[in-house]
T-cell receptor
Framework: DTGVSQDPRHKITKRGQNVTFRCDPISEHNRLYWYRQTLGQGPEFLTYFQNEAQLEKSRLLSDRFSAERPKGSFSTLEIQRTEQGDSAMYLC?????????????FGPGTRLTVT | QKEVEQDPGPLSVPEGAIVSLNCTYSNSAFQYFMWYRQYSRKGPELLMYTYSSGNKEDGRFTAQVDKSSKYISLFIRDSQPSDSATYLCAMSAENAGNNRKLIWGLGTSLAVNP
């Protein structure tokens, strides 16, 4: 399977705990996006990487959220001191280099439940 | 006013019907337009991608963009029960660093009844 993969698919955690999610993009896709989606809503942009550089971060993202993409391959999204309001589906998408196409391909998502 | 407006439905049609799904937007800088299908508790699946104005056809799906009216449409011909899902429109502008962050509609829930 050469699509975008995310791990874990589901995460249940207690309020105050830290969680980390991983995204493996389609190979050769140098652009990577994180979005968050709650029930009945469209996804909301969180952050964007081009290769290893984090070029944009949404103002929605508090200081408890951090994302990395070392070596420009997989990416991780960490949430510290989780709150119940963080419960959502976290989606990762990748896109080929500019000039090859701008379509974004999504992974299956990580569903986070904070109790 | 949200940047992208989409009627959440639900929309219920009989099998074989032609389905029309629509979005309007306010940001004239949007140039890239996409339609995604999302099944319950799954990630969005790209259906159609259009740059600027015009029509694009792929099998039973046709996407239309009217930039003068800031209006996009997705038509599904010969709808099937397997088309039952939420359909989301998404669009983006050219931003710094080739960031094409997507701005999304709420999604329209479609049910195709056998």
């Amino acid at each position: 399977d050469t699509g975008v993969s995310q791990d874990p698919r589901h995460k249940i955690t207690k309020r105050g705990q830290n969680v980390t999610f991983r995204c493996d993009p389609i190979s050769e896709h140098n652009r990577l996006y994180w979005y968050r989606q709650t029930l009945g809503q469209g996804p909301e942009f969180l952050t964007y990487f081009q290769n290893e550089a984090q070029l944009e971060k949404s103002r929605l993202l508090s200081d408890r959220f951090s994302a990395e993409r070392p070596k420009g391959s997989f990416s991780t999204l960490e949430i510290q001191r989780t709150e119940q309001g963080d419960s959502a589906m976290y989606l990762c998408a990748s896109s080929p280099p500019s000039g090859w196409g701008d379509e974004q391909y999504f992974g299956p998502g990580t569903r986070l439940t904070v109790t | 006013q949200k940047e992208v407006e989409q009627d959440p439905g639900p929309l219920s049609v009989p099998e074989g019907a032609i389905v029309s799904l629509n979005c309007t937007y306010s940001n004239s800088a949007f140039q890239y337009f996409m339609w995604y299908r999302q099944y319950s508790r799954k990630g969005p699946e790209l259906l159609m991608y259009t740059y600027s104005s015009g029509n694009k056809e792929d099998g039973r799906f046709t996407a239309q963009v009217d930039k003068s009216s800031k209006y996009i449409s997705l038509f599904i011909r010969d709808s099937q029960p397997s088309d039952s899902a939420t359909y989301l429109c998404a669009m983006s502008a050219e931003n710094a660093g080739n960031n094409r962050k997507l701005i999304w509609g709420l999604g329209t829930s479609l049910a195709v009844n056998p």
